[in-house]
């Protein structure tokens, strides 16, 4: 699959990239059927699969449970991967808890570095709750994420948001904006186009509306082709899954 640059800083990824909510975490998400985590064999054989296929991002959180470890402990040290992590959100004892306080991303940051095993972390994204306007308004967290970057520490940062007005202060103060696009919900489609025009980069989430829309080759292939986007992050742990996708993306794309 041919890499996309997200925007002008980010690093070069493939167009569908790998969700790893549930390599990690069984409470508290929302998908449509119930599923039982990966074992290291599985995760090996999915990882090593979507790397035949040419994907080279996966996207990851703190708050994804035990997600960061595994993947820094299979691929961390594997420079084909670029891996977007993120900030702001941890889940413990079955809630999650909001810190975008400066101290608490600097410290989530380094704990990323170290589970995934990587000196610079490819992207790092605010992981906004619903307040996401409250947070880019009050510009501290985005501030600290930007001085990370300057310190060589991050490649390029942005924000995982929520509402309109927090996406486009996104594209405003950040290098990437990851949103919410699926047949279900277009609700972002002003963010998308305010970050094709500013030239930043755009990571699209739950694709498949967290699995609840059924046709997928039809969702893949208008997500892959909308202009602007970067890479669509399709969340599974089902092999026949991923090379269903990733076939289909590849159709898209070689039909144009
Ligand atoms: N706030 C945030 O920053 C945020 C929020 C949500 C998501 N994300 C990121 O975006 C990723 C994607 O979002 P998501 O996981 O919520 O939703 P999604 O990618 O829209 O859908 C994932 C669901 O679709 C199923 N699926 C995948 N391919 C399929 C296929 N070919 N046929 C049938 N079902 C299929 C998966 O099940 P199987 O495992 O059985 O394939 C899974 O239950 C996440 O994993 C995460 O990395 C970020």
């Known amino acids: 699959m041919e890499l996309r640059q997200l925007g002008t800083r980010g690093p070069w990824v493939s167009p569908i990239g790998l969700g790893s909510t549930k390599f990690g975490r069984l409470e508290g998400v929302k998908y449509p059927q119930a599923f039982t985590l990966p074992s290291d064999g599985q995760l090996t054989d999915l990882l090593a699969l979507a790397k035949e296929w040419g994907i080279n991002l996966v996207d990851t959180a703190p708050a994804y449970g035990n997600s960061e470890a595994r993947i820094g402990a299979l691929i961390g040290r594997d420079d084909h991967w670029r891996m977007a992590t993120k900030v ?77 007005a927090a996406g486009l202060m996104a594209v405003e103060h950040c290098d990437l904006v990851m949103i919410t696009l699926n047949p279900s919900d277009q609700s972002q489609r002003p963010v998308l186009a305010a970050a094709r025009n500013a030239g930043k980069g755009i990571l699209i989430k739950k694709p498949l509306d967290s699995g609840y829309h059924s046709d997928v080759d039809v969702a893949l292939a208008s997500l892959v082709r909308e202009p602007g986007v970067g890479s669509v992050v399709v969340g599974t742990i089902d092999p026949v899954h991923l090379a269903g996708n990733c076939a289909a993306v590849q159709r898209a794309l070689a039909d144009g």
């Open 88 to 164: 702001g959100e941890t889940f413990v004892d079955g809630r999650s808890h909001f810190d975008f306080s400066p101290a608490a991303i600097r410290a989530s940051v380094e704990h990323s570095r170290r589970l995934l095993r990587r000196d610079v972390l490819d992207i790092v994204l605010l992981h906004m709750p619903d307040d996401d306007v409250a947070i880019m308004q009050d510009g501290a967290a985005i501030t600290m994420l930007l001085e990370l970057r300057e310190q060589g520490l991050i490649t390029a940062v942005g924000a995982s948001t929520k509402n309109l």
